[in-house]
């Protein structure tokens, strides 16, 4: 069975930055794709980030050029740099893996 587990949310001031990273386990094969999502309590959940297993990746235009997705095959482990935050950023942000696993999800608040 697929588990996918977020860490590294919290809060940081605009501007900062947040790295987060997703703990794959229990799959028999490599993944033909991981992304990030986010969702504000109310909203649909949101694309974010993309990356494919021949490194191929997309991004939403509202986090391109400030997040950066990578995927770290040894350690089964997606991150999520995100650089210079905004308020607009705070939602529960979740990993995702070939479009049908998901994790819990992790809150990640951005204020002054």
């Known amino acids: 069975q697929v588990h996918l587990v977020e860490s590294g949310g919290g809060w940081e001031q605009p501007g900062g930055s947040l790295r987060l990273s997703c703990a794959a386990s229990?799959?028999?094969?490599?993944?033909?794709?991981m992304g990030w999502y986010r969702q504000i309590p109310g909203n649909e959940r949101e694309f974010i980030a993309r990356?494919?297993?021949?490194?191929?990746?997309i991004y939403a235009d509202s986090v391109k050029g400030r997040f950066i997705i990578t995927l770290d095959d040894a350690k089964d482990t997606l991150y999520l740099q995100m650089n210079s935050l905004k308020v607009e950023d705070t939602a529960v942000y979740y990993c995702?893996?070939?479009?049908?696993?998901w994790g819990q999800g992790i809150q990640v608040t951005v204020s002054s």
């Open positions: 995702s893996a070939d479009y049908k696993y």
């Open positions: 990356i494919f297993k021949n490194n191929y990746t």
């Open positions: 229990g799959s028999d094969r490599r993944f033909e794709t």
